[in-house]
Every structure is written in C-alpha cells, then in structure tokens.
C-alpha cells in the first residue's frame, strides 16, 4: 500500500514540475504574441456594443419572465 500511494505522489510531482516547465518555456516562446488594438479604434466601436446589450435587454427580460411563468416561479 506505501509503494503504491508513493507511485502515485512521485508521479504527480513529476507531473506538477514537467507542466511547470512546459508552461515557462511556451511562455519563454510566445512572449512577443500579444493582441496589439489598433491605435485608431473608433470610439464609436465601443458605444454600438453597449447599444446592442441595450437592444438585447428587453428581449432577455421578456424571456427570463415567459421562462418563470412556465415553470410557475411567479
């Protein structure tokens, strides 16, 4: 029974110090590839996406609301 449960410890320490160092190479690798935004974003980009939430919220209320009804959660 120690052998076994020491198997398994050893191996998940070997498995925790190989992710470990797998994660600081690809790390050490892909540095430099980070999502650039672009400098002369419209402002308004942002704005319509706020507006499409406010066009969605009606319809989520109306559906939470039919949702409670059928399920008799008044």
Known sequence: MFSGMGFVIIFLLILIFAITGISKIITK?????????????????????????????????AAIAHHRRQQGLN
């Open 29 to 61: 690798l892909f540095l430099e590839i980070t999502p650039i935004i672009p400098p002369n974003k419209p402002i308004s980009a942002t704005l319509t996406a706020t507006n499409e939430v406010d066009k969605l919220r009606p319809i989520i209320v």
